[in-house]
């Protein structure tokens, strides 16, 4: 009897083309089919309102207002007249602060030129009825100049000297005009002696009853117009200078 002859069992290899190869009928497995029920009129269907709508809507809202408020400044600012700058022209000086004497007979102000004034009354400073520096009136003269020399130590300054209009002796009519000067000469001489400021930094100028600040039909204005100004000059010269 002859032997029988056994066989290996047969190995399937894979096939590579499997991945290509269409799914046939037998194994395609379709999913549960959902129905949906049709209305039969468009007033049937759900009205869904999405709740970022209002919200939106006040967006758009807030938006135009700006618009319009925007628009409304911007023609306002059309109306207004741009400074045009003369790029030769020479950049503006800052204005200058005023310094703070706390004496009634002294005021200190800006002129039309930007120089710094103390007016100061005579009755501050003179002994009455004279040219004469009072104690107080030193005293109120170094206040003033250590308000300058904290500004600036350099400064130019002119002291004029002016008189009320009253008619004094009849047969000098430069009468007032010397009394001013001698004012001013009093004043200078103590600057330069007293408080050692640089001479040739300071000038006179005397004028007399020409210039009143006040009424002179007062006791009050003729008292004002009696004065001396100390002025801080901006273009670093005297009046003697200019004149």
């Known amino acids: ?13 894979p096939d590579p083309y499997a991945a290509f190869r269409p799914i046939m009928p037998e194994q395609y497995v379709p999913s549960p089919i959902q129905t949906v029920p049709i ?38 600012a059309k109306e207004i007249p741009l400074p045009i700058s003369d790029p030769l022209s020479p950049p503006e000086k800052p204005m200058r602060s005023l310094p703070i004497i706390n004496n009634p ?5 800006l002129d039309d030129v930007q120089n710094v004034r103390f007016e100061v009354m005579d009755k501050v400073i003179f002994v009455p009825d ?18 300058i020399r904290a500004s600036d130590s ?12 009253l008619m004094g002796d009849p047969n000098n009519p430069m009468q007032k005009h ?22 040739a930094r300071i000038g006179t100028c005397s004028y007399g009853r020409s210039r009143p600040v006040a009424d002179n039909g007062t006791p009050e204005g003729r008292a004002r117009n009696n004065r001396i100004e100390i002025v801080v000059n901006n273009a670093g010269e005297t009046q003697t200078e200019k004149n």
């Open 105 to 109: 007979g002294v005021q200190v102000f």
């Open 130 to 147: 004279t040219w004469q520096l009072s104690v107080e009136g030193e005293e109120t003269l170094r206040t003033i100049v250590a308000e």
């Open 1 to 13: 009897m002859p032997t029988p002859v056994i066989l290996p069992p047969k190995i399937e290899e």
């Open 178 to 199: 010397d009394i001013a000067t001698a004012k001013t000469a009093a004043v200078m001489d103590f600057f330069v002696n007293a408080l050692r400021w640089d001479a």
């Open 39 to 76: 209305p039969e009129s468009r007033s049937e269907l759900p009205i869904v309102e999405s709740p970022t709508d209002t919200t939106a809507q006040a967006t758009i809202d807030e938006l135009r207002r700006t618009i319009v408020e925007l628009e409304s400044q911007l023609a306002e």
């Open 154 to 165: 350099k400064s130019v300054l002119d002291i004029e000297g002016h008189t009320d209009s």
